[in-house]
């Protein structure tokens, strides 16, 4: 059974950079999809970058894409999201989750296409304001 638990919000300025942490405890999480999805006040949670099958590559939204960058480091048994050139509509709650499986070939960021074992963490909160 998984555990996870982020690590690394903050306030920022905008366009400044945060490193979000994610360790896991339990399985090692080379063979799981993972993700970060965020949600800010008043609006749904929202899938912002995943990673499952190496040769996909990972997924990002459209509002992150080229600024945020998913990685996972197998040894640390760790994820994480760089987030470069923030900006105020990044505000949010951010949690990390770990997947078993999920549908399609490249990582989907919506929910309802995962399936089997999944896990969360209570999330970190990034504030970006000046």
């Known amino acids: 059974q998984f555990q996870v638990a982020e690590s690394g919000g903050g306030l920022v300025q905008p366009g400044g950079s945060l490193r979000l942490s994610c360790v896991a405890s339990?399985?090692?999480?080379?063979?799981?999809?993972i993700a970060w999805f965020r949600q800010a006040p008043g609006k749904e949670r929202e899938g912002v970058a995943c990673s499952g099958l190496i040769s996909a590559g990972p997924n990002y939204a459209d509002s992150v894409r080229g600024r945020f960058t998913i990685s996972r480091n197998t040894t640390q048994n760790a994820m994480y999201l760089q987030m470069n050139n923030l900006k105020p509509e990044d505000t949010a709650v951010y949690s990390c989750?770990?997947?078993?499986?999920?549908?399609?070939?490249?990582?989907?960021?919506?929910?309802?296409?995962?399936?089997?074992?999944?896990?969360w963490g209570k999330g970190t909160l990034v504030t970006v304001s000046s």
């Open positions: 989750a770990v997947f078993s499986h999920y549908k399609g070939y490249i990582c989907p960021l919506q929910e309802n296409s995962y399936f089997g074992e999944s896990t």
């Open positions: 339990g399985p090692r999480i080379n063979t799981y999809m």
